[in-house]
């Protein structure tokens, strides 16, 4: 019996003194917190490789129209209310000026269109508030062409700014500016309120595009290298536009390796703009880049925040509202598939 007391008790020992000898462990040293790391730094967006495919939903489907949705638009710049916008001729306060990269935002999604083009453009989003009645007026005349669209434009009383009626010829860029009017306004008050700085912003985007290989001179349109602030675009054929396409998250940040830069800007079908849009401003409209002017008509347009309720435009032809109602004398075609809005589908398609 007497050895198995023994055992008994030098196992009852041992067993105590590991117990001592853990908690003296734990007791000696205090337990170390797990060693804090610096959160991963997110690598700033400005100018770094673009995705390696194309974003989801980057084109959309063949009822939204040509032009891939605004990049930029869809996350509001700084100072810019949520929801629709007033119309610039209403009364209320100058908007809040954005930073450059806001600007650079803003105007990314048309900062590659021809001088032109970008200048009806600019100035027709000051008058946001015509721009859903004439994208619907220019896509169910979309089947007229040349100086048959613009006789339906005169015959019809058409009661918009000459800058809204300038884009008619070009109804899937209009759609895009209508169904985007948080864009369209915020693009509008930026022109009325810091045209020097939206003009700016342009050229830091063709410089960035420029640079990176996407501008090109190419069989659509010339890139004009003029000075330092002063790239030009201008059609390869005068009064014969392509109007570009292009995801401004790849065209203004530097390519990936083995990324085909000539890929990146589509076009869509060739457009005519001839003498009849003239009264329109199309007889001398494009940039003073150097000045921060924008020529319509041979004018410079000087129209801002302040003087945005009573400013006429000097027009060749003096250019004068209608003044009795819209008159319709042509046929309208809403349910009619537009046949080149459809072959840009089918290009945006192919390029996915």
């Given at each position: 019996?007497?050895?198995?007391?023994?055992?008994?008790?030098?196992?009852?020992?041992?067993?105590?003194a590991?117990?001592?000898?853990?908690?003296?462990?734990?007791?000696?040293?205090?337990q170390?917190?797990?060693?804090?790391?610096?959160?991963?730094?997110?690598?700033?967006?400005?100018?770094?490789?673009?995705?390696?495919?194309?974003?989801?939903?980057?084109?959309?489907?063949?009822?939204?129209?040509?032009?891939?949705?605004?990049?930029?638009?869809?996350?509001?710049?700084?100072?810019?209310?949520?929801?629709?916008?007033?119309?610039?001729?209403?009364?209320?306060?100058?908007?809040?000026?954005?930073?450059?990269?806001?600007?650079?935002?803003?105007?990314?999604?048309?900062?590659?269109?021809?001088?032109?083009?970008?200048?009806?453009?600019?100035?027709?989003?000051?008058?946001?508030?015509?721009?859903?009645?004439?994208?619907?007026?220019?896509?169910?005349?979309?089947?007229?062409?040349?100086?048959?669209l613009?006789?339906?434009?005169?015959?019809?009383?058409?009661?918009?700014?000459?800058?809204?009626?300038?884009?008619?010829?070009?109804?899937?860029?209009l759609?895009?500016?209508?169904?985007?009017?948080?864009?369209?306004?915020a693009?509008?008050?930026?022109?009325?309120?810091?045209?020097?700085?939206?003009?700016?912003?342009?050229?830091?985007?063709?410089?960035?595009?420029?640079?990176?290989?996407?501008?090109?001179?190419?069989q659509?349109?010339?890139?004009?290298?003029?000075?330092?602030?002063?790239?030009?675009?201008?059609?390869?054929?005068?009064?014969?536009?392509?109007?570009?396409?292009?995801?401004?998250?790849?065209?203004?940040?530097?390519?990936?390796?083995?990324?085909?830069?000539?890929?990146?800007?589509?076009?869509?079908?060739?457009?005519?703009?001839?003498?009849?849009?003239?009264?329109?401003?199309?007889?001398?409209?494009?940039?003073?880049?150097?000045?921060?002017?924008?020529?319509?008509?041979?004018?410079?347009?000087?129209?801002?925040?302040?003087?945005r309720?009573?400013?006429?435009?000097?027009?060749?032809?003096?250019?004068?509202?209608?003044?009795?109602?819209?008159?319709?004398?042509?046929?309208?075609?809403?349910?009619?598939?537009?046949?080149?809005?459809?072959?840009?589908?089918?290009?945006?398609?192919?390029?996915?």
């Amino acid at each position: 019996m007497r050895p198995k007391k023994l055992i008994s008790a030098f196992f009852t020992a041992s067993l105590s003194a590991c117990v001592a000898v853990t908690g003296f462990a734990q007791n000696q040293y205090p337990q170390q917190p797990p060693p804090q790391y610096p959160p991963t730094q997110q690598t700033s967006p400005q100018r770094q490789y673009p995705p390696p495919q194309n974003p989801q939903g980057q084109y959309p489907s063949q009822e939204q129209g040509q032009y891939p949705p605004p990049q930029y638009p869809q996350q509001q710049p700084q100072g810019v209310p949520q929801g629709q916008y007033p119309s610039p001729q209403g009364q209320y306060g100058q908007p809040p000026l954005l930073a450059p990269q806001l600007l650079d935002q803003l105007v990314g999604p048309i900062a590659l269109y021809p001088d032109s083009l970008l200048a009806e453009a600019l100035t027709a989003a000051t008058y946001s508030n015509e721009i859903p009645a004439a994208a619907a007026w220019a896509t169910e005349h979309s089947y007229l062409r040349g100086d048959a669209l613009a006789d339906a434009i005169r015959q019809d009383y058409l009661p918009w700014d000459p800058s809204v009626l300038a884009l008619l010829p070009f109804p899937n860029v209009l759609s895009y500016m209508a169904q985007n009017m948080s864009w369209t306004q915020a693009l509008g008050n930026a022109v009325l309120a810091q045209r020097p700085d939206v003009m700016d912003a342009v050229q830091r985007l063709r410089q960035d595009a420029y640079n990176y290989g996407y501008l090109q001179s190419n069989q659509y349109e010339r890139v004009i290298m003029a000075g330092p602030g002063d790239i030009e675009i201008v059609p390869v054929t005068p009064e014969f536009y392509y109007v570009p396409y292009y995801d401004p998250r790849i065209v203004f940040y530097r390519p990936r390796p083995g990324y085909y830069v000539r890929t990146a800007i589509r076009w869509g079908p060739g457009i005519t703009i001839g003498a009849s849009f003239a009264p329109w401003g199309w007889g001398g409209i494009g940039f003073g880049w150097r000045t921060h002017s924008i020529i319509v008509d041979n004018h410079p347009w000087a129209r801002t925040w302040v003087n945005r309720g009573t400013y006429a435009h000097p027009y060749a032809e003096g250019y004068r509202r209608p003044e009795g109602p819209r008159v319709e004398r042509h046929e309208v075609r809403r349910g009619e598939r537009n046949e080149h809005r459809d072959r840009d589908h089918e290009e945006h398609r192919d390029h996915l």
